[in-house]
């Protein structure tokens, strides 16, 4: 991949919490990029993977308790589609780790993974928020 996952203000929901969550996931995209490119340790590689992975299912949780607190009406599916999520990563991960794909494909799988998810449906959860703020 010959330009670097960056965050774009279109990808912003309005939530500051959930917009540095984002922000830092490219950052770790680029991160592992660099990585790639320097053709770095497996073992650094790896534990890079393994954050990344991580920091995916505590942004997950962060989130949903951030609706869980505003009462978002679709967070059951957004739950879900959390899950799913995590189990795509786990099985790019392991495509990844057989040699199946290789390093520029996992980075436009997570750019793409990443991408899709913040605005599709996590923009549903940012209108929602910008329509509470209007009543208040």
């Known amino acids: 991949m010959n330009t670097s996952p960056a965050w774009k203000n279109e990808y912003a929901l309005g939530i ?3 917009d540095h969550q984002h922000q830092y996931f490219f950052l770790l995209i680029r991160r592992l990029q660099t990585l790639f490119a320097k053709e770095s340790e497996p073992r650094f590689i790896s534990n890079l993977i393994d ?3 991580k920091y995916a299912v505590f942004h997950f949780k962060s989130e949903e308790n951030i609706m869980e ?3 978002y009406p679709h967070l059951v599916e957004h739950r879900i589609k959390h899950i799913r999520l995590i189990e795509e ?3 790019e991960k392991i495509r990844y780790d057989c040699g ?3 390093s520029a494909a ?3 799988f997570l750019v793409r ?3 899709s998810h913040t605005t599709t449906e996590d923009a549903k959860f ?3 928020i910008r329509a509470l703020r209007q009543k208040d």
Do not use: K, P, S
Request: proline content about 0%.
């Open 69 to 71: 607190y505003r009462a």
């Open 16 to 18: 500051e919490d959930i």
């Open 89 to 91: 990563l786990n099985v």
């Open 126 to 128: 940012g209108d929602y």
């Open 106 to 108: 996992f980075v436009a």
């Open 113 to 115: 993974w990443l991408i």
């Open 100 to 102: 199946t794909t290789d």
């Open 51 to 53: 954050e990344l992975v």
